[in-house]
């Protein structure tokens, strides 16, 4: 044996297994992904009283075995490659019976295991009493009633645990009877297995035959790659079972097999070792609540205001740190700009870096808020009612119950982020619906976009800004829904995932597990900020500042500052010097005309920069839906990140530094700009809403697809859906006449 | 006692699984959560438009859509 001993958990969902795992290992954990999927694997480390060490994995939850979702294959495949030491299987004690349906099947692959009965509280309160012992004898693995949350009876878990670790033995498959029909067919596929040497030495033969029956397709695919004359024999023994069953009983093997799986159990249950004091199907709390939460007329009314109370409570509590946070890079910025000369690597400080990682840790505080918010509704129960509730509509567009917080979380309530939106769609078994709800979120309006909508709308449509902003919101979710469904009709056509789901009962959630949750998911928003953005706002500054101006424009502008100093008055610049307050008139209208010369050229620095010049071509197909080439360069600043798009315009219109937080003074200059108008805004703020997602979107999208084949595909779809609906306002709206 | 089927029970409405006719993931799935032939079944509610519909059943309640619902035929008792 090892010196430190590992220690699988696994469960059902909602069975309380991210609880035990917390209570373990406390803050001793460590979150990676399993390679080449985007299932968490999380680590963490115990310690005996003894002083060895165990690690602890917390398996993905899953209600079977048999390959269904990439959650089954990740904790099948890591169960028969690792081989941990012992499989502590968590079981809610309340709902025991569809719990043992995953405890027979790790029986039948034949782990060293532990039953952990859990919220044995809770069942008592039920009225259910179990005898853990006799169960125990009944199918020969230790069983230990624990209460996760309390922490109550998992030192015995974990001695039981070392025990049966140290014991070391070797694996020891149970064999249940499948009646006649399936029992010959494992014999006879399990003794060609054996014969043929068919992938032996990672199964065992007759655990193979059991996956070739129910019609595993992940083992099939390796039995194909492995010996594809073997698999297609084997295959042939089962299509030869199948047909038979089906014909004589009407019914699959794989029917069957569970069907005798639930027998196993049912003749363990039976044995008394579970015994009802009230009516099974009792109302119990949680049913009395759903009467209320998910009832027809009020469940919809609560929702709403659920989540418009979610928004309020990120919104109102981050607004305090968010200051603090800005005031931060303000002090930060300032304090470089006077400790630093003039030139390159001051601006690329300045520019780059702290308005860079400014932009985003200065989201930090809301994403926090909001993921605490949604994980005291992920952790009660409720959204799993919303996505209940919700399931009807957005099956409509090709959809899932459960992409409604993704949605959500992406701006659906206007100021999300698409980066963690991206993220929530995990929970999406279908890959199908999965990519739909993936490529649609960055459709709604972030928390990045809503500076752009906010400058724009007070602007041009002051007098009822608010009716539009709640349009947008509306507009998004129409938009987002639409091209779910185009691409469920064309690049994503198929069938819709099976729906059965699990609504757990409410509970209260633990602080605890409501703090490990929010800082996990900052966590990872706040490393890939730090990362990618950072390296792309380098990147946009260096395209905005190179190539810099050519010697002769610097010497124009020297000149012209050169020239206003001459002609002041010496009392004048006296005043400018000696930096008395108040100035004297004179002296104010010099400092304003050097101002002035100053922004012209940054103005013209920009222009004539990399940027400047791709946002002046862009020009040739800008000009159908109306934008000039200053919101040329904005839009490929947003790109980077979407705030960028208010303080590029802000330089391009050569606001300089000193505007770049204040943006009344943009919105005067857009007002008062002859080339802008209220249809030219709008153009703008559609194709802001819904052209190519910011970098870090894309990035996710790649990563949780698993292809960056999806992350290019949502930049030109969605730049192109952009353009085109931003011409056909701009167009559309100057053909009406509104350009006034 | 009559056979109908998952779709057509009402409210509040329980009996026992008789068959589950689906193959497949879905039926893997269904068979996964406990919906197997024998088990007792009570209708909980439905979402505000009718569907999905929440069972309990082996005390948890799980949710289905009406389509998938169609394969499963419940005994009324």
């Known amino acids: ?740 | 006692m009559p056979t109908i089927l998952l779709r057509e029970m009402q409210k509040d409405q329980s009996g026992t699984i008789t068959a589950v006719k689906v193959g497949g993931e879905l039926g893997r799935r269904i068979r996964d959560m406990g919906i197997v032939p024998g088990t007792r079944i009570t209708i909980m509610g439905r979402a505000p438009l009718y569907d999905p519909v929440a069972i309990r059943i082996m005390g948890g309640t799980l949710t289905l859509r009406n389509n998938e619902a169609d394969y499963i035929q419940v005994e009324i008792a």
């Open chain 1, 1 to 740: 044996m090892s010196a430190t001993i590992t220690i699988a958990l696994a469960g059902n969902p909602n069975a309380g297994k991210t609880t035990l795992f917390n209570t373990l290992t406390g803050a001793r954990q460590h979150v990676g992904n399993y390679p080449g999927v985007t299932v968490e694997k999380k680590e963490g480390a115990y310690i005996f009283p003894t002083g060895e060490e165990a690690t602890i994995i917390d398996l993905p939850g899953t209600y079977s075995l048999t390959a269904y979702s990439v959650e089954e294959v990740v904790a099948r495949d890591y169960l028969v490659q690792e081989k941990p030491d012992v499989v502590i299987n968590i079981t809610d004690a309340s709902n025991l019976e569809r719990n043992l349906y995953l405890s027979t099947q790790f029986l039948e692959l034949g782990v060293p295991m532990i039953i952990a009965l859990n919220m044995i509280d809770v069942a008592q309160d039920r009225g259910i009493s179990l005898d853990a012992e006799k169960l125990s004898a009944l199918i020969k693995v230790p069983v230990i009633p624990i209460i996760a949350r309390s922490g109550k009876g998992t030192a015995e878990l974990m001695a039981a645990a070392l025990e049966l670790a140290r014991k070391n033995e070797p694996w020891n498959p149970l064999h249940i009877s499948y009646g006649e029909d399936v029992d010959l067919a494992l014999q006879t596929i399990g003794q060609r297995i054996t014969a043929a040497e068919f992938m032996t030495d990672k199964y065992a033969p007759r655990w193979l035959a059991l996956k070739y029956l129910e019609g595993d397709s992940q083992i099939r695919e390796k039995g194909r790659r492995d010996n594809p004359a073997v698999d297609a024999e084997l295959q042939e023994i089962v299509t030869g079972v199948s047909d038979h069953l089906h014909k004589t009983m009407e019914t699959y093997p794989e029917a069957i097999i569970a069907d005798h799986r639930y027998g196993y159990i049912k003749s363990v249950l039976r044995q008394e070792v579970i015994s009802h004091k009230f009516d099974a199907d009792r109302l119990h709390a949680s049913d009395r609540i759903d009467k209320i939460l998910t009832n027809r007329f009020l469940g919809p009314i609560i929702m709403l205001a659920v989540l418009l109370g979610l928004y309020k409570f990120t919104f109102t509590y981050s607004e305090l740190p968010v200051a603090w946070l800005e005031t931060f890079f303000g002090w930060a910025s300032d304090n470089l700009s006077t400790l630093l000369p003039d030139g390159h690597l001051k601006s690329m400080l300045i520019s780059g870096v702290i308005d860079g990682m400014g932009g985003v840790l200065g989201f930090v505080p809301l994403i926090m808020f909001m993921f605490f918010g949604i994980a005291i509704l992920e952790d009660s129960g409720y959204l799993a009612r919303v996505a209940f509730m919700m399931d009807r509509v957005f099956r409509i567009f090709g959809l899932h119950g459960s992409s409604v917080m993704a949605y959500i979380v992406s701006g659906g309530i206007a100021g999300g982020c698409a980066v963690p939106g991206v993220m929530a769609a995990r929970t999406l078994r279908s890959p199908r619906e999965r990519l739909a709800t993936l490529l649609t979120v960055s459709f709604m309006n972030c928390g990045a976009k809503l500076p752009v909508l906010a400058l724009l709308t007070a602007t041009f449509f002051s007098s009822n800004q608010a009716q539009l902003m709640f349009l947008l919101t509306l507009l998004a979710w129409a938009v987002a829904l639409t091209a779910a469904k185009f691409l469920r009709l064309t690049v994503l056509r198929g069938e819709s995932t099976p729906f059965v789901m699990e609504l757990p009962p409410y509970r209260f959630p633990t602080f605890r597990g409501l703090l490990i949750h929010t800082w996990e998911r900052t966590w990872q928003y706040i490393k890939k900020a730090g990362t990618t953005i950072l390296a792309i706002s380098i990147l946009i500054w260096a395209m905005m500042t190179f190539p810099a101006l050519p010697e002769s424009q610097e010497q124009n502008f020297a000149r012209q500052r050169q020239e206003i100093m001459t002609a002041a008055s010496p009392q004048a610049i006296e005043a400018l010097e000696s930096a008395d307050t108040p100035l004297p008139a004179e002296a104010v209208q010099i400092k304003e005309n050097l101002a002035a010369v100053d922004t012209a050229q940054a103005g013209s620095a920009l222009r004539h920069s990399l940027a400047g010049r791709i946002g002046t071509s862009m020009e040739t197909v800008s000009w159908l839906p109306g934008f000039d080439w200053r919101t040329n360069i904005a839009l490929v600043g947003g790109f980077a990140a979407k705030e960028v798009i208010v303080s590029t315009l802000g330089t391009a219109y050569s606001l300089g530094e000193a505007d770049e937080e204040d943006n009344t003074s943009l919105s005067e200059t857009l007002s008062k700009d002859p080339h802008w108008n209220p249809v030219m805004a709008l153009a703008l703020i559609v194709f802001v809403m819904f052209y190519a997602p910011c970098f870090v979107t894309v990035v996710c999208i790649s990563k949780e697809s698993g292809s960056w084949k999806w992350g290019l595909f949502s930049i030109c779809f969605n730049t192109a859906f952009a353009f085109l609906l931003a011409t056909l306002v701009y167009q559309g709206g100057r053909a009406l006449g509104f350009t006034g």
